[in-house]
């Protein structure tokens, strides 16, 4: 599907769009939703999602962008819950199959773009998801920097693994950033396919601590899943931190703590938080 991509300039001016409700079905073909649709020679700057809610169902979502295309995004931030959920369909071969959809926490890719000082706090609840993982941050970084962002989050995946940060990479680099989710299922810290990148002084939280009250909105089935025990959490790139290394400011190496992120036992659950938006955190 084509959409028609945003270009130019566009600053939000650190005002906040509260309780956007998106409820979306793809129909018999998989569709996009996201808050910017695509981006294109872009620069985004200080723009705010709170409290977001997607439904979706057969639909590739992201809460803030789905495709950045020689783009800048920064000084940006995302809250709420997106629920995916593909049910099955018969294609044009009279095949019954599940929808093919994908779910990231901020941006679903970034090509030739940059994003920083960015974060998500988006659960990502996938109710039936067969095809796909679950992404907190973004699912494709392509030739792209992403730096001094966070993705912070609950991901509910009953059929596939999901990533703490990053889905895939490809010849990018990503500095200074974290992720700490919720999850019941198989777990990459960071990312779980890396190709000519870097990436440096980046971090995760080992243990998984899965998060309750659950959100409203999911089922008693789902519930239970997430009590679910022997999980593997796996790696791939970064640094593992315990929760108690990761509230830390000795355990960030290389952080600039003086301009741009600031730690605070009282603030974001005792976790690193960009300086800047502190009025934007789900947890203040």
């Known amino acids: 599907m084509y959409i028609q991509p945003f270009y130019g300039n566009y600053d939000g001016k650190g005002y906040v769009i509260s309780n956007l409700y998106i409820n979306k079905n793809g129909g018999t073909d998989d569709r996009i939703v996201s808050f910017f649709g695509s981006l294109k020679n872009a620069n985004i700057n200080s723009v705010h999602l709170k409290n977001i809610l997607y439904l979706v169902e057969n639909c590739r979502v992201s809460s803030f962008c789905d495709n950045a295309f020689e783009s800048n995004i920064s000084n940006s931030s995302t809250t709420g819950t997106i629920i995916v959920n593909n049910k099955q369909r018969t294609n044009a071969y009279g095949h ?20 920083e000082n960015c974060f998500s706090e988006v659960d990502i609840i996938s109710k039936n998801f067969a095809h796909n993982s679950t992404n907190g941050f973004i699912s494709t970084l392509f030739n792209s920097v992403l730096s001094n962002s966070y993705y912070r989050g609950t991901m509910v995946n009953p059929t596939r693994f999901s990533t703490g940060l990053i889905g895939n990479m490809n010849d990018s680099k990503v500095e200074y950033c974290y992720s700490v989710v919720n ?102």
């Not at 959809?101 to 030739?112: D, K, T």
């Not at 899965?210 to 790139?237: A, G, H």
């Open 96 to 115: 019954d199959y599940i929808g093919y959809s994908s779910a990231s926490g901020f941006v679903n890719q970034a090509l030739f773009s940059t994003i």
């Open 183 to 284: 999850t019941n299922s198989a777990m990459f810290g960071i990312t779980w396919n890396v190709t000519n990148s870097n990436i440096k002084s980046t971090y995760f939280l080992k243990s998984r601590i899965i998060q309750k009250p659950f959100p409203k909105e999911i089922n008693t089935p789902l519930s239970k899943m997430m009590d679910k025990k022997n999980i593997t959490l796996k790696k791939f790139s970064g640094k593992g931190l315990s929760n108690k290394t990761i509230k830390v400011r000795s355990s960030f190496k290389e952080w600039n703590f003086d301009d741009i992120w600031a730690i605070d036992n009282n603030i974001n659950d005792g976790l690193p938080y960009l300086r800047n938006m502190k009025n934007y955190l789900k947890l203040i």
